[in-house]
C-alpha cells in the first residue's frame, strides 16, 4: 500500500540534544512538507521541498533542519536551538509543487525530558 | 497575513446534522479544504471547493462558500460516532505553490 510513513511514533529529547523525525513516502509524490500541531492551534509550516535537493522554509522555521536526498525521504531535525519543542510533528505530500491536496503520516509526538 | 478561524469545538447526536463554520481573510484564495483528523492520527483531506463555486456536494458532506463574507461551511449529514475527530479548515492564500493556511480545528463530539 502506498502511503507516508513517520517514526518514530513518540520522541524524547533531552536538552541541548538534537533529534531527528523521519518522513518517508512511497507515493512518488515530488513535494513534501513538515508542520507543527500545538493543542488549538492550527497547523504550521516548517519546512517544504517541491523536489529532489531543494528546500524552503516555512513560517516558523527557526531551531529546525531539513535534507532531501531522495525524492522518498524528507528528514526533520530538531536543533538545541528550538527552545519549545513539545509538539506534534506531521509529514506530509502532494503530487507536485502547486497541488495543496496534501497526504499525511500519522505524526510523531516529540517531548523534552 | 492571512488568517482562517474556527470554532473550537462543537456537540451533536447521532444522527443530527452538523454545521462547522470557518472564516478566512485572504480574498485571493482559489481553493479552499476541509481536511479530518482522528486521534493521535495525521489528516486525511476530506473534500475542497474551487472559489468560483458556491456549493459542492459529495455524499454525506456539503460544503457552502460565501466568498463575499468570506466564510465557508461543512455540513456532515446523518453525523454518526465515526465522524467524531477534528475538522481543519485550509486556504491556499497567495496561491504560493501548496502554502496552505490552516485553521485552529473545530473539535466534533457526536452524542448517542
Known amino acids: 500500500d502506498g502511503g507516508i510513513t513517520q517514526s518514530p511514533k513518540y520522541l524524547f529529547r533531552k536538552e541541548g540534544q538534537n533529534v531527528t523525525l523521519s518522513c518517508e513516502q512511497n507515493?512518488?509524490?515530488?513535494?513534501m512538507y513538515w508542520y507543527r500541531q500545538d493543542p488549538g492551534q492550527g497547523l504550521r509550516l516548517i519546512y517544504y521541498?517541491?523536489?529532489?535537493?531543494?528546500?524552503q522554509k516555512g513560517d516558523i522555521a527557526e531551531g529546525y533542519s531539513v535534507s532531501r536526498e531522495k525524492k522518498e525521504s524528507f528528514p526533520l531535525t530538531v536543533t538545541s536551538a528550538q527552545k519549545n519543542p513539545t509538539a506534534f510533528y506531521l509529514c506530509?505530500?502532494?503530487?507536485?509543487?502547486?497541488?495543496?491536496?496534501?497526504?499525511f503520516g500519522s505524526g510523531t509526538q516529540l517531548s523534552v525530558l | 497575513g492571512e488568517d482562517v478561524e474556527q470554532s473550537l469545538f462543537l456537540s451533536v447526536r447521532e444522527g443530527d446534522s452538523s454545521v462547522i463554520n470557518c472564516t478566512y481573510t485572504?480574498?485571493?484564495?482559489?481553493?479552499l479544504y476541509w481536511y479530518k483528523q482522528e486521534p493521535g492520527a495525521g489528516l486525511q483531506l476530506l473534500t475542497y471547493?474551487?472559489?468560483?463555486?458556491d456549493m459542492k456536494q459529495d455524499q454525506r458532506l456539503t460544503v457552502l462558500l460565501n466568498k463575499k463574507d468570506k466564510h465557508l461551511s461543512l455540513r456532515i449529514a446523518d453525523t454518526q460516532t465515526g465522524d467524531s475527530a477534528i475538522y481543519f479548515c485550509?486556504?491556499?492564500?497567495?496561491?504560493?505553490?501548496?502554502?496552505?493556511?490552516f485553521g485552529t480545528g473545530t473539535r466534533l463530539q457526536v452524542t448517542l
Open positions: 506530509a505530500s502532494s503530487i507536485s509543487r502547486g497541488d495543496e491536496k496534501l497526504f
Open positions: 507515493l512518488n509524490h515530488d513535494a
Open positions: 521541498s517541491q523536489i529532489v535537493n531543494d528546500f
Open positions: 485572504d480574498s485571493s484564495s482559489t481553493y
Open positions: 471547493i474551487f472559489s468560483n463555486m
Open positions: 485550509a486556504e491556499n492564500g497567495t496561491g504560493t505553490a501548496s502554502k496552505l493556511t
